[in-house]
């Protein structure tokens, strides 16, 4: 039955790659609370000598302004993308695309808002 | 911030230490020492210390032998920082009372331990890649660079009162790291850990050359000397 165990490997592999990519939480958790904050409003252990504070993102009001492909471009291909702090990285190596998907939606979770 | 240091005696026979045997009993309590790099968040929350299974491709053996005997902490925020914050006035700070100290080993056996750590060198292909032009850059433009251009200062400290603290302090870096595993991992961090909170900066070769030549400088400035 070489097909059949073709399919069961096949299976095995994709089961994982479904493994491989982590949760939006713990990517925030490992990622953006060193600047963002544990609670997500900015004042992460990271921000002392900063010249840019971290986006609060708790913040409906300005998070409101920004669109899910501009949270997205952000994140994957650093602050400066979107004219903004070189202090935000790119993670465009750490992240696949469809966890930084998952991070926006994180995103849009913890500021209880949407774009627009 | 003030660093801490602090001299444990332990009374650890050099016999211990002979063949890697403490490698293999105290250090991988701590470090992994056989590989493979955390796959997974999950893993590297749980990480200790740094990974040592690549020891030989990254440390300075003369570096090893005397931060063993004499450990102080070069991570502010210890090696996963998400364990070591609280909530404080201001924001996160750093809950120093859930930092351990590495324990401090006797000349003899900080000598052996670094023996068997520069053996360990799975990555010699990487470090290989990497060339380091002799040249000079002045403290201003690197510092310029550090902080403006490339923005390291977020999560580095670059002089003991300034900078980042959930990832390693940077104005010792060339004193403990081979200038070739600088230049490798800033050009791609998740090549030796998957997991690394450092991000790719997509920095370019001229780039990487500026701040492994910066670091280097940095390291001996009298006020970083210790």
Request: proline share 5%; aromatic share 8%.
């Amino acid at each position: 039955m070489p097909t059949k165990f073709f399919l069961l490997l096949l299976l095995a592999v994709s089961s994982a790659q479904v493994q491989a990519k982590e949760t939006p939480a713990d990517n925030y958790k490992a990622y953006c609370v060193q600047c963002h904050g544990s609670e997500g409003t900015g004042k992460g252990v990271n921000v002392r000598d900063m010249s840019v504070v971290p986006r609060d993102h708790t913040d409906a009001k300005s998070m409101s302004a920004r669109s899910d492909e501009t949270l997205f471009k952000a994140i994957k291909e650093g602050g400066t993308s979107i004219n903004k702090s070189i202090l935000m990285p790119p993670w465009s190596a750490t992240l696949s695309d469809e966890e930084i998907n998952d991070l926006v939606q994180y995103l849009r979770m913890l500021c209880k808002c949407k774009f627009g | 911030m003030k660093r801490v240091l602090i001299v444990v005696l332990l009374g650890l026979s050099a016999a211990t230490f002979a063949e890697g045997g403490v490698l293999q009993g105290s250090c991988s309590s701590c470090h992994n020492i056989k590989g493979p790099a955390a796959q997974t968040l999950k893993i590297a929350f749980e990480k200790k210390g740094p990974d040592l299974f690549y020891a030989g491709n990254k440390y300075r053996q003369e570096w090893l032998v005397s931060w063993l005997q004499k450990p102080d902490r070069i991570r502010p925020a210890g090696m996963y920082y998400g364990g070591h914050i609280k909530v404080g006035a201001k924001g996160d700070e750093i809950d120093t009372s859930t930092l351990m100290n590495h324990i401090a080993l006797s000349k003899a056996d900080a000598t052996s331990v670094a023996a068997e750590l520069m053996k360990m060198k799975p990555h010699d292909d990487l470090i290989a890649k990497e060339k380091i032009e002799p040249g000079t850059i002045s403290m201003q433009m690197g510092e310029m660079a550090f902080n403006k251009f490339l923005g390291c200062m977020a999560c580095h400290l670059i002089e003991p009162e300034y900078g980042g603290l959930s990832g390693p302090e940077l104005y010792t870096a060339a004193k403990r790291l081979q200038p070739q595993y600088m230049a490798s991992f800033i050009r791609a961090p998740q090549v030796w850990e998957p997991k690394s909170m450092m991000p790719n900066k997509n920095l370019s070769d001229a780039n990487i050359q500026k701040m492994v030549r910066y670091l280097e400088s940095l390291s001996k400035e009298a006020a970083n000397a210790n």
